[in-house]
């Protein structure tokens, strides 16, 4: 294993910003019942295949989807605006905020603003021409993006 993937297997899954922002990689889960079940998540570990860790990591908000969806990449789910909602009103929350889709301004809105994808690596991997971006959360929770332009980088060889 790489030393990457044993720091990764070593950070928390999931975070909460004053009560009312939850934060992951990937997104909600069906599996997600109280915050107790992230807490007691044990660091370092392997990620599962399925279950609440794989979703934390895996799963994709999908405007077609209504609940839970199969998810393209093969594992954990896709989740539709209704999921999003029922997870803020079970957790008093006003944000999910999530990573992990390249996404083409570096942030993309759903469920009416109130699921957030934050994708902070322009140019991607050099195939995509994606801005990043960095969510900014101020005192009063007010939330603003500083966007990262993609910049052409022209090698030459000598």
């Known amino acids: 294993m790489c030393i990457r993937d044993s720091t990764f297997n070593c950070m928390p899954v999931a975070g909460l910003v004053e009560e009312r922002i939850l934060c992951m990689h990937g997104g909600i889960s069906p599996e997600l019942k109280s915050f107790s079940s992230i807490h007691s998540i044990l660091r370092p570990t392997d990620v599962p295949d399925s279950g609440l860790i794989c979703d934390l990591l895996w799963a994709d908000p999908c405007e077609s989807t209504v609940g839970w969806g199969q998810n393209d990449r093969g594992v954990s789910w896709t989740f539709g605006e209704d999921k999003v909602q029922a997870v803020l009103e079970q957790f008093d929350l006003d944000l999910i905020c999530r990573a992990h889709q390249v996404v083409e301004e570096g ?50 060889f000598r």
């Open 107 to 156: 942030y993309k809105f759903f469920a009416q603003r109130r699921c957030v994808t934050v994708f902070s690596a322009p140019n991607y991997c050099g195939e995509f021409d994606n801005s990043g971006a960095v969510l900014c959360v101020g005192e009063d929770l007010s939330c603003s993006f500083m966007q990262i332009r993609p910049q052409s980088v022209t090698l030459s």
